[in-house]
């Protein structure tokens, strides 16, 4: 929490430096600007002073040196303009990246916290469940209740290596491609057994038409609904049914999971899919998270060349939804 803050401030400090120092940039280059103008003035004024006052040619004169402080006050003020313009250019464009890449490093810092935290506690239930197994003569029912439990805190860390790994690889490039036609249908049946199995607590809608095969990455496409159904189990009540859908129509496959739970702000619906972006302030979040796994699923929908959008859903919640063209 108080690191958080101190983002927060470190955030503030740069941007209030940064519109002083601007500020004070304009402020001196306008001062020159008005130096130069009056230095121009004196010189003619000097000039003036030289001529005689019987001189023929003195209006010719005048007239001259008139003429060339306006020039000069044009070109002072054509350069000062485009310099002044491309200044603030240059200077909107380092204020937005250095921005940018704050909030990127403080994410990249609540990422690695996350993880830190979301990999130490499956490890820590699933250490503890066994030592208790070890110890302890436990009936048969409660035995199949702790090796569950270990088993669903299992598969969660199997999901967030698989993220980490899968966020990487795309990073650097190094991910090997491999789509085929698969069926999506039974992809969605067996994700779901799974997790209806996992959270026994829970009720999952499921409509699933069958025989819908789609080209793509079974890996893949298991991963994005793994991430999806996390989500929706993460940010709903655990009263509340999760639907899961995956229809064909007219070539059009939606494959959809709504909840009714907080829902997410209008604006933050593109937010959302963003690398480590979380909704809300870090400090004031109690859901765990990484923000890795809205970001790799839409990575997923583009490698299948499909859509990934969130809408509401009504009377809460929200609804993900991949929307796939066959050919
Ligand atoms: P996280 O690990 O934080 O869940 P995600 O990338 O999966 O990371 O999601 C990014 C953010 O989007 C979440 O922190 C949450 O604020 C918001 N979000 C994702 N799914 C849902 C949902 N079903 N309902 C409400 N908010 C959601």
Not at 306 to 313: G, H, R, S, Y
Request: aromatic share 12%; with cysteine.
């Amino acid at each position: 929490m108080i690191s958080s803050f101190k983002k927060i401030n470190k955030l503030q400090f740069v941007r209030i430096f940064y519109w002083l120092f601007l500020t004070y940039m304009v402020a001196a280059f306008l001062w020159w600007y008005v130096a130069l103008v009056k230095q121009n003035d004196q010189i003619a004024n000097v000039q003036y002073g030289s001529f005689q006052t019987n001189d023929p040619a003195l209006t010719q004169k005048v007239h001259a040196i008139q003429d060339y402080q306006q020039r000069k006050n044009k070109q002072y003020i054509g350069e000062g303009l485009t310099i002044l313009f491309l200044f603030l250019l240059g200077a909107i464009y380092v204020y937005r990246s250095l921005i940018k890449q704050i909030r990127y490093s403080n994410q990249q810092q609540n990422f690695m916290m996350a993880v830190t935290h979301e990999l130490k506690t499956p490890i820590a239930i699933t250490q503890l469940n066994i030592e208790t197994l070890l110890k302890r003569k436990l009936d048969a029912e409660q035995q199949k209740k702790m090796l569950t439990a270990s088993l669903s805190e299992t598969q969660r860390l199997d999901n967030l290596c698989n993220n980490i790994l899968l966020a990487s690889q795309l990073d650097m490039g190094a991910y090997q491609a491999n789509a085929q036609e698969v069926s999506l249908s039974l992809i969605v049946e067996n994700t779901a057994t799974i997790f209806k199995n996992r959270f026994l607590e829970r009720n999952f809608v499921t409509t699933v038409q069958e025989n819908i095969y789609i080209k793509g990455e079974s890996v893949l496409l298991q991963l994005l609904l793994n991430n999806l159904i996390d989500n929706a189990i993460k940010y709903s009540n655990a009263k509340d049914p999760i639907a899961i859908k995956l229809l064909e129509n007219n070539g059009l496959v939606e494959l959809s999971v709504a909840d009714l739970g907080v829902g997410v702000p209008a604006s933050d619906k593109e937010k959302i899919f963003e690398k480590f972006y979380r909704v809300g302030a870090e400090y004031t979040r109690s859901t765990k998270g990484t923000g890795l796994g809205l970001y790799l699923c839409k990575r997923i929908a583009v490698f299948h060349k499909a859509k990934l959008e969130v809408v509401a859903n009504t009377p809460t919640g929200s609804i993900f939804t991949f929307t796939y063209l066959l050919n």
